[in-house]
């Protein structure tokens, strides 16, 4: 069995797309996927992309992928890899390319003079989180994350008029 990590191309933007379906199925929240594949598209891969995607093949067969982005520590002074998906097919489990994808993103971070690799992770879900510690991860229990999103987003960006 061979393991290989590659970036992905605009080639790969339906099974990105499909990666995506299907993490959110395992998440319960396929509810909330709403994306726009173009937009996806141009997101990733356009004049301005605002993330990158690795995927993770097992025998040249794709079976997983991370996608992720720079964020920035001010206390570090420098930029960390957030990663906002990580994603390897149910079959395919078992065989290191989840371990493959995040050492992956280490040796970027590494690269990159990145201060860290973060990221969220359901709260019951257990076996990632026992993954993740095995790798010497930690929980990060003294954070609690915040979103504005929805009609909330628009709302708060025309609260306060007096700012020119």
Partial sequence: MTLSIRPAAPAD???????IRELAEYEKLLHAVRFDEAALGENLFGARPYAE????EIDG???GFALFFHNFSTFEGKPGIY???LFVRPDARGAGLGKALLAHLA???VTRD???LEWS???WNE?????YKSLGAKMMDEWTVMRVDGDALPALARSDTKVR
């Fill in 114 to 116: 990145c201060a860290r």
């Fill in 13 to 19: 933007l339906p099974l990105i797309a499909a990666f």
């Fill in 127 to 131: 076996p990632s989180i026992g993954f």
């Fill in 61 to 63: 067969t794709p079976q």
């Fill in 121 to 123: 992770v359901l709260d």
């Fill in 53 to 56: 995607v690795v995927i993770g």
């Fill in 83 to 85: 990663l906002e998906d």
């Fill in 107 to 109: 040796k970027l971070c």
